[in-house]
């Protein structure tokens, strides 16, 4: 079965532009979560969508906004880029919502490397 | 809010040697605990979880944990280390205080594992 895919793998873009990067979840999996990873650090929390509905939202500026569609694929979008946007952006997805199955495991795809020039 | 600390931003073992990387949380109510492994241009693959059933954990890889509530850890071993166990490794606790939360990850800064032969 495949896995999280996220596309694209690579993408330059220069500051001000906006740009918007794509998840498929695991097959049957309805819950999708964003995060960033800048490098040498973690991974933080940008968004979680469970069955289209916007679940969480970590500590990012309004330019970040995200959706997912009926099929449970997601799309994460971001304005106004700036040098600080840099960064892995990781989708990963669980079979369950993990706001009540705390111990589901969350499945993360290879990222979309995002460069800012 | 829970949070977790990876003590040593790099270890680095001889192939054969025991592998120890370090995790220690903070949280308020029993914890939710994972291992993460990262190798080069790719995104996090679950090694184990700690969802209470056990202390000691058992994950892929021949990688094992075990809780201790006592120290408030979450160490990763592996009695013999290979060199394809090179990456860097992240522990993660998932968010959970009940009510509004929602079960995102919190990520430790993540500790690089060398091997050399």
């Known amino acids: 079965d495949a896995g999280v895919t996220q596309s694209p793998t690579h993408l330059i873009k220069t500051r001000g532009q906006h740009v918007t990067l794509r998840c498929s979840p695991i097959s049957g999996h309805k819950s999708v979560s964003w995060y960033q990873q800048v490098l040498g650090q973690g991974p933080q929390f940008i968004f979680q969508?469970?069955?289209?509905?916007?679940?969480g939202r970590g500590n990012f500026p309004d330019r970040f906004s995200a959706r997912q569609f009926p099929n449970y694929s997601s799309e994460l979008n971001v304005n106004a880029l700036l040098l600080g946007d840099s960064a892995l952006y990781l989708c990963a997805s669980s079979s369950r919502w993990t706001g009540f199955h705390y111990n589901q495991p969350q499945h993360f795809g290879d990222g979309t490397r995002l460069s800012i020039l | 809010a829970q949070s977790v600390t990876q003590l040593g931003s790099h270890v680095s073992v001889s192939e054969g040697a025991l592998v120890l990387l370090r995790c220690n949380y903070s949280?308020?109510?029993?914890?939710?605990l994972f291992w993460y492994v990262q190798y080069p241009n790719q995104g996090l693959q679950l090694l184990l979880k700690?969802?209470?059933?056990?202390?000691l954990v058992k994950g892929i890889n021949g990688f094992e944990a075990e809780f201790k509530k006592s120290e408030t850890s979450f160490h990763l071993t592996k009695p013999s280390a290979h060199m394809s166990d090179a990456a860097e490794y992240f522990c993660a606790v998932s968010d959970y205080a009940g009510g509004t939360s929602y079960g995102k990850l919190t990520f430790g800064q993540g500790t690089i594992l060398t091997v050399h032969p």
């Open positions: 949280s308020s109510v029993p914890p939710y």
């Open positions: 700690y969802t209470s059933a056990a202390t």
């Open positions: 969508y469970y069955e289209k509905e916007e679940r």
